[in-house]
């Protein structure tokens, strides 16, 4: 009876140690496979009141954010380069609102914040806010639409990723795209968004359609590094009516040296 | 004690040890948790976009002034006489320019706008723009004002905003006003019917939907004893423009035609 009751006294014991390392290795964030290389498990991600993956915060690119290839321009849209770096020079020049794609990679903290029916993303460069529906709602008629330099974009969640679809964009502020092209009224932007490393990179998937601009879809990826806070998140300042800055600015397009 | 008992109470103290660990574990932690979904979604979501109601003032500016006349100090009032004298007498047009150093933004101007206001409400930041431009950012995470050397480089006409939920009431406070703007018809920010703010103001905003979320309530509560006797109180109401689109304005800076007429008066096209 002893020998019996020490038995079951060393079942329990194996069998609450077995548990616990058990538990503590599923809930590790790593963990060793055969051959002692460490396999990362992902990270559970921020979450909203509605139980998508919550991408509010401020992000940032660094030099080994982009996974750009050159876009297959059509010949029309070759043939007008030149065209379309003058637009953009002078929308800088001008001070104007930038607009898609650059406000999503002006080079300083990109501030994104999430809501249950709309999410926000607001960058430094001169731009409106741009705002992505997440309420069910469809684009307005085509004859309805007002374009605007961020277009309108409506999203939708796919599981983990934020599909978000954007049209009616206007013909102002920077044009230019990624990889080569430049964005008119009859663009489609279809972009994928979707967190990394428990929510410590933002991966954006961008994909331009259109017929007069590219051969085939131009798809490309952005990684934003999330960052913490940061001082308050002013638009810079921007003068039109500095000359200095003009004079800077436009002898690009002459290919003369600023004076 | 006999080596039986011993075993038993060995097996007892051991399986107790399992249960105590199964419940302090993460998971067993996170399962005993209300999820923060529920947390969240307790407060309303005021996001949209927000006309503000005119209940008929005729102008804009008779808008502004259609709210209670505050009591105010005989300085202010002295003040508000010299630039309505100013204003009266043709100095219409503000020559204070634009500078890095001028304030951007003005809050109780755009609170009372006529382009709607948009808004988006998240869980750490709730954004109030005008139309599709950028505007106020309400910090909901629990921070604390900046001190004072924070709040002078913030240089902004909409100062620092924190609220927090009561009820389903949004409690916004605001302070971090310039002391002046580059406005030379009203150097002090104007508050609606003769109030001011500067840099000694507190604001005090309660959102509240309203009529099914078809209405937006917001109370305004300014104080400032060197400014009023006692706090000036007024209310909005905004309606909701449901599925409403923020529209862009300005110019098309690439057309000849105005870079024409900007070079001809030595400016920028207006935009």
């Given at each position: ?12 014991s ?6 616990i390392l ?24 921020p ?19 982009r996974?750009?290839?050159?876009a ?12 379309q ?12 609102l ?5 406000v ?10 999430q809501?249950?029916s709309?999410?926000?993303m ?10 992505i529906y997440?309420?069910?709602?469809s684009?307005?008629a085509?004859?309805e ?5 961020n ?5 939708q969640?796919?599981g983990?990723?934020l ?15 990624p ?7 009859d ?7 979707h ?9 954006a998937t ?13 798809t ?8 913490p806070?940061?001082s308050?998140?002013l ?14 600015i436009m ?9 | ?9 060995w ?18 932690l996170?399962?005993?948790?209300a ?7 307790a ?9 503000v ?18 009591a ?10 010299d ?16 500078g ?8 109780p ?51 620092h ?5 009561e ?34 103001t507190?604001l ?10 078809k ?16 706090p ?7 309606d909701?423009i449901?599925?409403g689109?923020p ?12 870079l024409?007429q900007?070079?001809g008066r ?6």
């Amino acid at each position: 009876m002893t020998t019996r009751l020490l038995r079951i006294g060393l079942a329990v014991s194996a069998l609450a140690v077995g548990a616990i390392l058990a538990l503590s290795t599923g809930l590790s964030s790593s963990a060793q496979a055969p051959g002692g290389i460490s396999m990362a498990r992902p990270a559970a991600v921020p979450r909203d009141a509605l139980g998508h993956p919550d991408i509010s915060g401020y992000w940032e690119l660094r030099y080994d954010s982009r996974n750009v290839p050159p876009a297959s321009l059509t010949q029309d849209a070759a043939s007008k380069e030149a065209e379309q770096r003058q637009h953009d020079l002078l929308a800088i020049r001008f001070c104007a609102l930038v607009g898609m794609p650059e406000v999503m990679e002006d080079g300083a903290t990109l501030d994104i914040r999430q809501g249950p029916s709309v999410i926000g993303m607001l960058a430094k460069t001169p731009s409106s806010v741009r705002y992505i529906y997440t309420d069910g709602r469809s684009h307005p008629a085509k004859d309805e639409i007002d374009p605007v330099t961020n277009g309108n974009s409506i999203g939708q969640w796919e599981g983990d990723a934020l599909m978000v679809d954007t049209i009616g964009f206007s013909d102002r502020g920077i044009t230019a795209i990624p990889g080569g092209g430049f964005r008119t009224p009859d663009s489609h932007l279809v972009e994928r968004f979707h967190l990394l490393n428990g929510g410590a990179l933002l991966s954006a998937t961008s994909t331009w359609d259109d017929a007069q601009v590219f051969k085939t879809p131009h798809t490309y990826e952005f990684r934003y590094y999330k960052v913490p806070e940061i001082s308050y998140p002013l638009q810079y300042g921007c003068s039109a009516n500095d000359q200095d800055r003009a004079n800077f600015i436009m002898s690009a397009m002459s290919g003369t040296k600023p004076e | 004690m006999t080596f039986r008992a011993n075993a038993r109470r060995w097996s007892i103290a051991v399986a107790a040890f399992c249960l105590v660990a199964l419940m302090i574990s993460p998971k067993g932690l996170k399962s005993a948790q209300a999820p923060a979904s529920q947390a969240s979604s307790a407060t309303p979501d005021i996001s949209g976009l927000w006309l503000v109601h005119d209940p008929g003032s005729g102008d804009w500016s008779s808008f502004f002034d259609n709210v209670p006349k505050p009591a105010i100090l005989p300085e202010i009032q002295k003040m508000n006489d010299d630039d309505n004298t100013r204003v009266a007498a043709g100095s219409v047009v503000s020559t204070g320019g634009r500078g890095p150093n001028c304030p951007t933004g003005n809050l109780p101007m755009m609170m009372a706008s006529s382009p709607p206001l948009n808004i988006v409400e998240s869980k750490g930041e709730i954004w109030i723009g005008s139309e599709a431009n950028r505007g106020r950012i309400i910090y909901t995470d629990g921070r604390a004002h900046p001190d004072a050397a924070g709040l002078k480089a913030l240089n902004s006409g909409v100062g620092h905003s924190i609220g927090h939920w009561e009820g389903d009431t949004l409690v916004v406070d605001t302070i971090g006003f310039p002391a002046r703007t580059c406005d030379t018809r009203w150097p002090v920010m104007r508050v609606p019917n003769g109030g001011r703010a500067k840099d000694t103001t507190h604001l005090t905003e309660r959102f509240r939907l309203i009529n099914g979320g078809k209405q937006l309530s917001v109370t305004f509560t300014w104080e400032d004893p060197t400014i009023y006797l006692k706090p000036h109180i007024y209310s909005y109401t905004y309606d909701l423009i449901e599925n409403g689109l923020p529209l862009e304005g300005g110019n098309d800076v690439t057309d000849q035609d105005l870079l024409k007429q900007a070079q001809g008066r030595g400016g920028a096209p207006r935009y």
